[in-house]
């Protein structure tokens, strides 16, 4: 029988992204959902967590799908309901609270799974398999887009505990901490805070690793309205370089670009996920969290413009 399953918030990430890849899986079901503003046909909808984790016979699994700010408490709820738990990146407001969860879901015996989708795109795994044992030159992330296409009219992202720039930074922060073959360290940020906002809307990061004798940067930018970039360049000692483009989507060794299958980011997390349940284990990894962390810690904040919309 498929794994019953409900989720939590109705954003774009969740039409564009989880409600397709549900639809697609015969191993879930999807019986339930739970937001304030929206609705979904043909499942049970609920206004909050807590009325559906009472309501629904029978569920097994929720897929949190709503701003950081507000996972702690929901995931909370579902571990402490029996549920097993998927959560949408960033993983929560704070990293002692994705610890907290992480005990919680011991405590049941339930699975809890903190997801970084850019980690299954296709060419990371490829890439980390490639860079394994050497030592690095150089390497340079390029993260950047247009906020009101991919978050448009939501005000959470700008509010503490809503990550700015970060909400996607983190995505090639989750695949520099998994293909580079040595630990990364943050060294210094530049923060670029708008007037009106209380995150950052850009970011320029120098990181270091032990697995490299080379700078390492990242450039975050939330402004770009045209000819957006989701890069990861790499340089090796022994004069290779490794290039991840569209979000690590497709991946170019010395320039030739290699063969990429996979069935997409999200189906091949739900994949994961049940493969989780089945061996009644969890998967969490704070490594890009605290990388965050850490630039808002070390950061050095500059005032710029006002957000408009």
């Given at each position: 029988m498929p794994l019953k399953l409900g989720l939590v918030g109705i954003g774009k990430i969740a039409r564009d992204q989880h409600i397709p890849a549900l639809a697609a899986d015969s191993r879930f079901e999807l019986v339930a959902c739970a937001s304030r503003?929206?609705?979904?046909d043909g499942v049970?909808?609920?206004?909050?967590?807590?009325?559906?984790?009472?309501?629904?016979?029978?569920?097994?699994?929720?897929?949190?799908c709503t701003p950081p700010q507000a996972h702690f408490e929901a995931a909370l709820a579902a571990l402490r309901a029996g549920k097993h738990v998927m959560l949408e990146k960033p993983p929560a407001a704070t990293t002692r609270q994705i610890a907290l969860l992480q005990i919680e879901a011991?405590?049941?015996?339930?699975?809890?799974?903190?997801?970084?989708?850019?980690?299954?795109?296709?060419?990371?795994?490829?890439?980390?398999?490639?860079?394994?044992?050497?030592?690095?030159?150089?390497?340079?992330i390029t993260w950047k887009e247009d906020v009101h296409h991919w978050h448009p009219g939501q005000q959470w992202i700008w509010e503490p505990g809503g990550f700015g720039v970060f909400d996607p930074g983190i995505n090639a922060f989750s695949i520099a901490t998994k293909m580079f073959p040595g630990g990364l360290?943050?060294?210094?940020?530049?923060?670029?805070?708008?007037?009106?906002?209380?995150?950052?809307?850009?970011?320029?990061?120098?990181?270091?690793?032990p697995e490299a004798d080379g700078p390492l940067t990242a450039s975050l930018d939330w402004r770009r309205t045209e000819g957006e970039e989701w890069t990861i360049t790499v340089e090796t000692m022994d004069g290779h370089d490794v290039r991840l483009e569209a979000g690590g989507s497709r991946l170019l060794i010395d320039g030739a670009a290699q063969?990429?299958?996979g069935p997409g980011e999200y189906p091949d997390i739900?994949?994961?996920?049940?493969?989780?349940?089945?061996?009644?284990s969890s998967d969490v990894d704070v490594a890009?969290?605290?990388?965050?962390?850490?630039?808002?810690?070390?950061?050095?904040?500059?005032?710029?413009?006002?957000?408009?919309?």
């Open positions: 503003h929206a609705r979904l049970a909808n609920f206004s909050d967590i807590e009325t559906l984790l009472a309501e629904v016979e029978h569920l097994d699994a929720i897929s949190l011991a405590r049941h015996g339930r699975t809890l799974f903190q997801t970084w989708h850019s980690r299954f795109a296709a060419g990371v795994d490829a890439a980390r398999e490639w860079l394994r044992g050497r030592t690095l030159s150089s390497g340079s360290f943050v060294q210094s940020a530049e923060l670029s805070v708008a007037e009106n906002t209380q995150t950052p809307i850009a970011a320029e990061i120098i990181f270091s690793s063969e990429d299958e739900y994949r994961h996920f049940i493969e989780l349940i089945d061996e009644r890009p969290f605290r990388l965050v962390a850490d630039c808002l810690l070390v950061g050095r904040t500059n005032t710029v413009e006002p957000v408009n919309g």
